[in-house]
């Protein structure tokens, strides 16, 4: 079994379809917390966390700057800011430019969990439409950690779980119907 401290899942155009399909079926006592970061606009950020507590047992909550990350929690990061872990296990935002166009950046946020985590983390990079979380993915790989893709062909716009095959060393292809199996079987 894969041990996991955190979990973050980052993706772009056609990830939420795959996180209303994951996000029902996961555990309740889930012993890690979960960072979810997407490329969005800002605007009725309230409305994507309302749509995805609906969806799971799981808190689902919009960060707040230096907030301690807490297990059984789902986190949604915030647009228009790219997202830190801290050593501290804390949670930081940062406006400086985009990264990959795009702001917030997944790079960002799995490049800091990999200092913070380690082997103990798990990123998950979904459907999306352009490079982001390639670097990042680089990184979790090169510190130990356990980098897994979205399966391009199931993806709406496969482009970056497919560029991310390409250039890092995967660990696991999933299909949405097995993301959330997986997920449940990790252990902290």
Sequence with gaps: MTHCEALII??????LDVLLKVLPNLSASIAFPI???LH????KENLLTYLL??????????????????????YIAPPNYHLLIEK???LSFDSSEKVNFSRPSIDVTFESAAD????????????GANSDGTKGLQKVHRNGGTTIIQNPASAIVGFMPEYAMEHVAI????EPEKMATYINQLVK
Excluded: M
């Design 10 to 15: 980052g993706g772009s155009a056609g990830s």
């Design 35 to 37: 960072v979810i970061v």
């Design 40 to 43: 969005r606009k800002p605007g």
């Design 53 to 74: 507590s609906s969806k799971t047992k799981l808190c689902v909550k919009d960060i707040e700057e230096k907030e301690t990350l807490k297990p059984s929690v789902i």
């Design 88 to 90: 501290d296990k804390t």
């Design 116 to 127: 913070v985590y380690a082997e103990n983390l798990v990123c998950l990079l979904l459907s």
């Design 171 to 174: 660990d696991l292809v999933l």
